[in-house]
């Protein structure tokens, strides 16, 4: 007589005894995303305020912004370095790890913005003989960002600091030079030119400088 096999009885799961835990963050990776340049050179700040729905691996599924900066283009800076590179320990229901959806904000405060942003625009160091009378005197130094809007015959329709140095008469100065020693090309779109904003970096530097 052919013998009759039975499957083993599955071993029963032993219970959870595990406590539930929280969504806890993996500090290393929530660092603050890179200032955009262009938010630098026109002195955006503000909060992002963001919806994320974190997946059961701890990986963002989803970033949406709940509350605006006041600057799109900080918002959406903030949205994709969320996306891309902040990760979480899920939080545990019965052992298991789930979805979760939280809130978050990144500040954006120029003070945390590199010296270096802006490397990538054009740039001219002032000179002693460039100086406001009694400013190098007075130890004034720092560097003027100036927005220029060039129309398409060359000619400064609007010009405005857009982040000043920290000294008034360094800033006019550095406006006054940016809209009367230079000549600007507009920028083409195709072969027409078309009105173009310029940002140029005014560099005042230190009274000790070669």
């Given at each position: 007589?052919?013998?009759?096999?039975?499957?083993?009885?599955?071993?029963?799961?032993?219970?959870?005894?595990?406590?539930?835990?929280?969504?806890?963050?993996?500090?290393?990776?929530?660092?603050?995303?890179?200032?955009?340049?262009?938010?630098?050179?026109?002195?955006?700040?503000?909060?992002?305020?963001?919806?994320?729905?974190?997946?059961?691996?701890?990986?963002?599924?989803?970033?949406?912004?709940?509350?605006?900066?006041?600057?799109?283009?900080?918002?959406?800076?903030?949205?994709?370095?969320?996306?891309?590179?902040?990760?979480?320990?899920?939080?545990?229901?019965?052992?298991?790890?789930?979805?979760?959806?939280?809130?978050?904000?990144?500040?954006?405060?120029?003070?945390?913005?590199?010296?270096?942003?802006?490397q990538h625009m054009p740039s001219?160091t002032m000179t002693k003989v460039?100086?406001?009378?009694?400013?190098?005197?007075?130890?004034?130094?720092?560097?003027?960002?100036?927005?220029?809007?060039?129309?398409?015959?060359?000619?400064?329709?609007?010009?405005?600091?857009?982040?000043?140095?920290?000294?008034?008469?360094?800033?006019?100065?550095?406006?006054?030079?940016?809209?009367?020693?230079?000549?600007w090309t507009a920028a083409k779109?195709?072969?027409?030119?078309?009105?173009?904003?310029?940002?140029?970096?005014?560099?005042?530097?230190?009274?000790?400088?070669?």
């Amino acid at each position: 007589m052919a013998a009759l096999l039975l499957a083993a009885p599955a071993a029963a799961q032993a219970p959870c005894t595990t406590p539930d835990t929280p969504l806890r963050p993996v500090m290393a990776t929530h660092t603050l995303p890179p200032y955009p340049e262009l938010s630098v050179m026109t002195n955006e700040q503000g909060t992002s305020l963001l919806a994320v729905a974190i997946g059961a691996d701890g990986v963002p599924t989803d970033v949406q912004i709940a509350n605006s900066s006041g600057s799109l283009r900080l918002d959406e800076a903030a949205r994709d370095f969320v996306k891309a590179t902040w990760r979480w320990n899920p939080p545990t229901v019965a052992c298991k790890p789930v979805a979760v959806l939280t809130r978050v904000s990144i500040k954006w405060d120029l003070k945390d913005a590199p010296d270096d942003l802006g490397q990538h625009m054009p740039s001219i160091t002032m000179t002693k003989v460039d100086f406001p009378p009694g400013a190098m005197e007075r130890h004034e130094q720092g560097k003027t960002i100036v927005a220029m809007v060039v129309a398409v015959n060359g000619d400064i329709t609007r010009a405005e600091v857009t982040r000043g140095s920290g000294f008034v008469d360094l800033d006019s100065k550095a406006l006054e030079i940016a809209k009367t020693r230079y000549r600007w090309t507009a920028a083409k779109m195709g072969d027409a030119p078309v009105n173009t904003v310029i940002f140029l970096i005014m560099i005042w530097p230190s009274a000790n400088a070669p």
